[in-house]
């Protein structure tokens, strides 16, 4: 069984550098979310996908972020001229479509580092 | 706005006792509340949820509890094992047309003491 894998797994970047992430969901998941961690905190929602339509955005998610699912299998997530206060896990989630909504299954996340 | 929050950042418990971790939250239109746990390094693993219509729901070593009236949620895990280190996340998810977001409390870390 395979679970919801990151890459890459830790990202260190200068300020203004643009980084993008990817997220392979579980396989059968039509459902996919990313969620940004800062230390000491809980996963803070940033957006959601059914299949390849981006249904949901956060406010936190600024002009500089941008999450595809092209082909409503994997997704990337991009950072453009990033910025210090962008230093967080960036976590990405799946859940299937006909089960229950709050049973998210997460990636390892991809830890990035802005310096 | 909407919060789910915990009431004690750490927890320390011998191991073979009991362990309760709160939470409270404010989200009346919460339709199911979650636990997870989260490991050094890794991401949220799914323990146990229940909806807002239940008052108690068992796993295995696991209970949660679900107050609506005083809007305050608990898990409960039973005989507590080193394994179960880690810090522990309370979520909610809103039953609002399209909205598949969890909201996430502010963790509470649990150390079991050998």
């Known amino acids: 069984d395979t679970g919801v894998s990151q890459d890459p797994r830790h990202k260190i970047t200068k300020r203004g550098q643009n980084v993008t992430f990817r997220c392979d969901p579980i396989?059968?998941?039509?459902?996919l979310y990313w969620y940004r961690q800062t230390l000491g905190q809980g996963p803070e929602f940033l957006t959601y996908?059914?299949?390849?339509?981006?249904?949901?955005k956060s406010r936190l998610l600024s002009d500089r972020f941008s999450a595809e699912r092209p082909k409503g299998s994997f997704s990337t997530l991009e950072i453009q001229r990033t910025e210090q206060g962008d230093s967080a896990m960036y976590l990405c989630?799946?859940?299937?479509?006909?089960?229950?909504?709050?049973?998210?299954?997460f990636g390892p996340g991809t830890r990035l580092t802005v310096t | 706005g909407e919060s789910v929050g915990l009431h004690l950042p750490t927890l320390s418990v011998q191991e073979g006792d009991n362990s309760i971790i709160n939470c409270a939250y404010s989200?009346?239109?919460?339709?199911?509340f979650i636990w997870y746990k989260q490991e050094s390094g890794k991401g949220p693993q799914f323990i146990i949820d229940?909806?807002?219509?239940?008052d108690k729901r068992q796993g295995q070593r696991v209970t949660v509890l679900l107050n609506k009236t005083v809007k305050h949620l608990s898990l409960q895990i039973a005989a507590t094992q080193p394994g179960d280190s880690a810090v522990y996340f309370c979520?909610?998810?809103?039953?609002?047309?399209?909205?598949?977001?969890?909201?996430f409390g502010t963790g509470t870390r649990l150390t079991i003491i050998p």
């Open positions: 989630a799946s859940s299937p479509t006909s089960g229950v909504p709050s049973e998210q299954y």
């Open positions: 396989s059968e998941h039509n459902r």
């Open positions: 996908f059914q299949n390849e339509a981006q249904l949901e």
């Open positions: 989200n009346s239109a919460s339709d199911y």
């Open positions: 229940i909806r807002s219509n239940m």
């Open positions: 979520a909610d998810h809103a039953a609002n047309f399209g909205n598949e977001k969890l909201t």
